[in-house]
């Protein structure tokens, strides 16, 4: 079972979640999961044109989606990386596979909301099955989803470091969709 982690990183805050959702996949025995980062060299006049990680995300049985939120939604950058999906949207390459998200934004609303909204908006589009956070929000463990997402992981940087909660928080969701991975090939 392959889970992909796909994301743009302004700050380095996204990437330090990224690397934690990464590790919470990789925590599940028989998942093999691997970390696609967005960069600016992949997009030519607009458009993202790195077609080797989109064939490495052709082969993941689940995709988890990662953007900090700027203006209330994805950046630009993972906007371009989602355009260029569309070559399998045609074809309904991405169909059933797993689709979660995670955010990293400035202030603790940020309306990091829209951006997972769009990450749920574009599963759906792929006809993908969404996974939840399926975390209390700062009740159990004490401290973890201590922003009250649902939809997917959040997490606070701005001026200061993202803190190891929200890492934590990151690991779960990396983790929880693994898990669910394997349970649905079972």
Avoid: C
Wanted: charged share 15%.
């Amino acid at each position: 079972m392959k889970t992909a982690v796909v994301y743009f990183s302004g700050t380095g805050n996204t990437a330090k979640m990224a690397e934690a959702v990464l590790t919470g996949a990789q925590s599940v025995a028989g998942i093999d999961a691997e970390i696609h980062a967005i960069e600016g060299k992949d997009i030519v006049e607009g458009r993202f044109t790195n077609e080797a990680l989109l064939a490495s995300l052709d082969a993941a049985d689940a995709i988890i989606f990662g953007s900090p939120t700027y203006m209330g939604g994805p950046a630009a950058q993972f906007k371009a990386f989602a355009d260029a999906t569309a070559s399998r949207w045609f074809g309904q390459g991405w169909k059933d596979k797993l689709a979660a998200g995670f955010t990293v934004s400035n202030s603790p609303s940020g309306d990091k909301l829209g951006t997972l909204q769009y990450f749920q908006i574009l599963a759906a589009q792929h006809g993908m099955l969404w996974v939840t956070l399926g975390l209390l929000p700062n009740i159990e463990p004490p401290g973890l989803n201590r922003l009250g997402s649902f939809g997917g992981a959040m997490g606070q940087a701005g001026q200061l470091e993202l803190s190891d909660l929200d890492k934590a928080t990151g690991r779960v969701l990396g983790e929880r969709v693994a898990s669910v991975a394997l349970k649905l090939k079972a």
